[in-house]
């Protein structure tokens, strides 16, 4: 058990609908980061937040938004649902802003369907 | 092509050595780690190496690190039915601290 914790573990939606992911970091860590799975890109980094503010910016489209909120958890907003948005949403959480030696602790994922 | 490549699987017998192979693209590379993923779970940090090092061991794991090459591996000794799963190479391209991953070798043990 990495400490992180991710909400829902499974969504199934529609498309054009919105749904909101939410992850929870170890206790003590400041950053977290998204990340999306799918069968055809890989793991790709999404957004990062250090102590409530955007720190690092992936291949995030701009359907998606996230916040980290002052109690450090933070929700991935993912809006205008396309099919090709199925995919596992990974959170990760870390003690600092970005230090290469800064481990990234996982969650176990949000499987999102879209139908 | 990709930054990051692995060989999608990989089978070996329980009691046999897995080597899992991986090769990166961008030469300014300063950290290179193994991630592991078992079913239902995220990714656990296994093991890295800083780019001026050529190996690293840790109890069954040695990393391999071949920088003119571009090459990176990952020794499993002893491998047994619980190391089944999927192991993700990673690099942190120079200046950022945000790792490319590679898509991830399914490693199969069977008796």
């Known amino acids: 058990d990495s400490g992180v914790t991710q909400t829902p573990k499974h969504l199934i939606t529609a498309t054009g609908q919105r749904v909101t992911l939410r992850c929870s970091p170890r206790s003590g860590d400041l950053s977290v980061y998204w990340y999306q799975q799918s069968l055809d890109q890989g793991l790709q980094f999404l957004i990062q937040y250090y102590n409530g503010e955007e720190r690092a910016k992936g291949n995030i489209l701009e359907r998606f938004s996230a916040q980290q909120f002052p109690d450090l958890h933070s929700e991935l907003n993912l809006s205008s649902l396309e099919l090709g948005d199925s995919a596992l949403y990974f959170c990760a959480s870390s003690a600092r802003a970005g230090a290469i030696t800064d481990t990234q602790y996982f969650g176990p994922g949000t499987r999102l369907t879209v139908l | 092509g990709e930054d990051v490549e692995q060989s999608l699987f990989l089978s070996v017998r329980e009691g046999d050595s897995s080597v899992i192979n991986c090769t990166y693209t961008d030469s300014s590379s300063t950290y290179l780690y193994w991630y592991k993923q078992e079913p239902g779970a995220g990714l656990q940090l296994l093991t890295y190496i800083f780019s001026n090092m050529d190996m690293k061991q840790d109890q069954r794991l040695t990393v391999l690190l071949n920088k003119k090459d571009k090459h990176l591996s990952l020794r499993i000794a002893d491998t047994q039915t619980g190391d089944s799963a999927i192991y993700f190479c990673?690099?942190?391209?120079?200046?950022?601290?945000?790792?490319?991953f590679g898509r991830g070798t399914s490693l199969i043990v069977h008796p």
């Open positions: 990673a690099e942190t391209p120079g200046g950022s601290y945000i790792p490319t």
